[in-house]
């Protein structure tokens, strides 16, 4: 049974850094990829980072390109998001989820597994 738990957000002005964490269990190769998405209010959920559970290559989504990290610690079962030089436009609550897709697949429709979400919140 796959599991992923988020945690780390909150409230950060902007140019701030946040990082979220992801508590993912029951990965193996039927789900390689492991990726953050997030949902503003009034907008459609989206893809910001993936990343290939095995071997960790990763794909950012261009907003966020040299601004965010995505990483994970397989021994720990663990992903993370570090955020840096926020901007409001961040605002939005983040998801983590699981596929069976590969790691350039950014559909959140393609992912079948999902935590509860994290909000965050960047003030101007």
């Known amino acids: 049974q796959v599991q992923v738990a988020e945690s780390g957000g909150g409230l950060v002005q902007a140019g701030g850094s946040l990082t979220l964490s992801c508590a993912a269990s029951?990965?193996?190769?039927?789900?390689?990829?492991l990726g953050w998405f997030r949902q503003a209010p009034g907008k459609e959920r989206e893809f910001v980072a993936t990343?290939?559970?095995?071997?960790?290559?990763?794909y950012h989504r261009d907003s966020v390109r040299g601004r965010f990290t995505i990483s994970r610690d397989s021994a720990k079962n663990m992903a993370f998001l570090q955020m840096n030089s926020l901007k409001p436009e961040d605002t939005a609550v983040y998801y983590c989820?699981?596929?069976?897709?590969?790691?350039?697949?950014?559909?959140?429709?393609?992912?079948?597994?999902w935590g509860q979400g994290t909000q965050v919140t960047v003030s101007s």
């Open positions: 990343i290939n559970w095995r071997v960790g290559r990763t």
């Open positions: 989820a699981a596929g069976r897709v590969d790691f350039w697949n950014t559909n959140p429709r393609q992912y079948a597994y």
């Open positions: 029951g990965l193996s190769s039927a789900t390689p990829t």
